[in-house]
Nanobody
Framework: QVQLVESGGGLVQPGGSLRLSCAASGSIFSRYAMAWYRQAPGKQRELVARINPNGSTNYADSVKGRFTISRDNAKNMVLLQMNSLKPEDTAEYYC??????????WGRGTQVTVSS
């Protein structure tokens, strides 16, 4: 089993930056694809960025060039560096762990608000 705890959310002005962290504990972290999802009020949860066990990444078109996902397998951490934030990035951000044929795991989320 995997436990995920997000941190780093908050209120930031448009154009600002935030770094989200996800601390994982439990199972073999390095074998999981790790991802960040977000959900804005009244909208469906959407994939923001994913990093696979081999380090390959993919991003939602809306965040390409602004967000960077990384992982530290030694520390069981996943980071999301968010730059040039826009009001439309406002959402609850969730950490996700995925491994084929096993249940997905989710954190409880951290709120990001981009507003002047």
């Amino acid at each position: 089993q995997v436990q995920l705890v997000e941190s780093g959310g908050g209120l930031v002005q448009p154009g600002g930056s935030l770094r989200l962290s996800c601390a994982a504990s439990g199972s073999i972290f390095s074998r999981y694809a790790m991802a960040w999802y977000r959900q804005a009020p009244g909208k469906q949860r959407e994939l923001v960025a994913r990093i696979n066990p081999n380090g390959s990444t993919n991003y939602a078109d809306s965040v390409k060039g602004r967000f960077t996902i990384s992982r530290d397998n030694a520390k069981n951490m996943v980071l999301l560096q968010m730059n040039s934030l826009k009001p439309e990035d406002t959402a609850e951000y969730y950490c996700n762990a995925h491994r084929t044929s096993l249940p997905d795991y989710w954190g409880r989320g951290t709120q990001v608000t981009v507003s002047s």
